[in-house]
């Protein structure tokens, strides 16, 4: 069995680009013992991989050059050789970037295309929508009347979080780029309010929205979204810090003056709590995640949308796409049928 791959050719300084990349064809060895051979139905592109293209310090270890993409895939077993997976069963792995793969059994999840489409794996049902739920019920802790603020809200954890945070009885105010993403915020995610960070008066914009102030501000993106966000958090405001998107692509710090003073002074007078996480340290809360959001789903609740691109030829510029915000909800590559 042949895999056609996509492997990191060069590590990117700045926005990766074509030549960070490259497409080959090789052979795949196995399956052996208590592996299984997959066909890669869904690739599922995330803002994390652009860390791992790069050996800077992380909290997982780099791609090697040379080595195929990774990423989280659903796929159709071909071949097993353990019969608890059958040939055409349905899992989620974590293939990378490429059309077959072998993998271990004890790592794939069996899924249930009956239940929900297959690729909410990928998103709301999946990683992403883990990320919300722990996220902002552990660390953000909404209360009942508060507010709280999060952008890429249109993404799979912005979208999360905002529907989470309403269905627990707080106000969601959704911050997302263009006025396309934003007439989804209101008409279709039903957060309360909703707006452009790409807005020249977005700062004044957000002071309007929050008249109560900021009392969970779930940080997906940094940058200017944040400098928006500091002075309207009110005292014992939570900030997960889930992500910083904005700042993916920097290539040094950015110039002074140096703000540090000011944001812990900050978090110093209105006891602010900022605590930083990664999805995987709340897998003891996997028992409560998935039955919480297949029930929200079921009743509509909550909502997802996904942007899913045909073939693996468009993965790279669809994931270059997703670090501009290209997106429009989970990017999804379909490789086959
Ligand atoms: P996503 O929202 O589908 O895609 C990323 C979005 O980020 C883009 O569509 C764009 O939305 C926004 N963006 C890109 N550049 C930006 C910039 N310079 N300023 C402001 N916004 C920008 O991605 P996702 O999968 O839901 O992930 C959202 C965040 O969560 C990312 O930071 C990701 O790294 C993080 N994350 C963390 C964990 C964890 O374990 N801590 C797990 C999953 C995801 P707009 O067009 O709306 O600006």
């Known amino acids: 069995m042949k895999t056609t791959r996509i492997v990191l050719a060069s ?13 080959e064809t090789v052979e795949l060895e196995g399956p052996g013992p208590g ?36 990423g989280a895939t659903v796929s159709r077993v071909l ?19 490429q ?17 929900a489409p297959v690729t909410t794996a990928l998103g709301v049902l999946g990683m992403p929508g883990f990320t919300a739920y722990s996220g902002l019920l552990t660390i953000g802790r ?27 009885g707080a106000r969601a105010v959704g911050i997302a780029g263009g006025p396309k993403k934003v007439a989804l915020l209101r008409d279709y995610f039903g957060f309360d309010a909703a707006l452009d960070h790409r ?23 940094g940058g200017p979204v944040f400098d928006a966000v500091l002075p309207r958090l009110n005292k014992f405001a939570r ?16 110039p002074g003056p140096d703000r540090l003073p000011l944001l812990t002074s900050l978090i110093l007078r209105k006891s602010l709590t900022l605590r930083g996480f990664i999805q995987t340290e709340f897998q003891n809360q996997a028992g409560e995640f998935y039955p ?16 899913i691109v045909e073939g693996l030829d468009n993965a790279v510029e669809a994931f270059q796409g997703l670090l501009t915000g290209k997106n429009l909800g989970k990017l999804v590559i379909k490789i086959a049928d």
């Not at 059309?99 to 239940?115: F, M, N, Q, W």
């Not at 919480?292 to 942007?307: C, I, M, N, Q, T």
């Open 99 to 115: 059309t077959h793969s072998v993998e271990a059994i004890g790592y794939l999840r069996k899924l249930d295309p009956s239940t």
């Open 199 to 221: 807005a020249p008066d977005f700062a004044d914009q957000l002071a309007a929205a929050t008249p109560d102030g900021i009392d969970v501000y779930f940080e997906n993106v």
């Open 239 to 254: 900030i997960p810090v889930c992500g910083l998107i904005a700042n993916y692509n920097d290539t040094e710090l950015p």
């Open 142 to 168: 909404p209360q009942e009347g508060e507010t709280v603020v999060v952008a890429a809200a249109t993404g799979p954890v912005g979208a999360t979080v905002g529907q989470i945070a309403k269905i627990k």
């Open 292 to 307: 919480a959001a297949a029930e929200w789903l079921s009743e509509g609740r909550l909502k997802y949308l996904e942007d």
């Open 79 to 97: 071949e097993s050789t353990d019969p608890a997976l059958q040939p055409g069963d349905i899992v989620l792995g974590y293939g990378g970037w």
């Open 11 to 23: 590590r990117p300084t700045g926005m990766p680009e074509d030549e960070n990349f490259r497409t």
């Open 35 to 70: 592996q299984a051979l997959l066909q890669t139905l869904y690739l599922s592109l995330d803002p994390y991989m652009r860390g791992r293209m790069s050996d800077a310090p992380s909290y997982a270890p780099p791609v090697e050059v040379g080595e195929t993409m990774c």
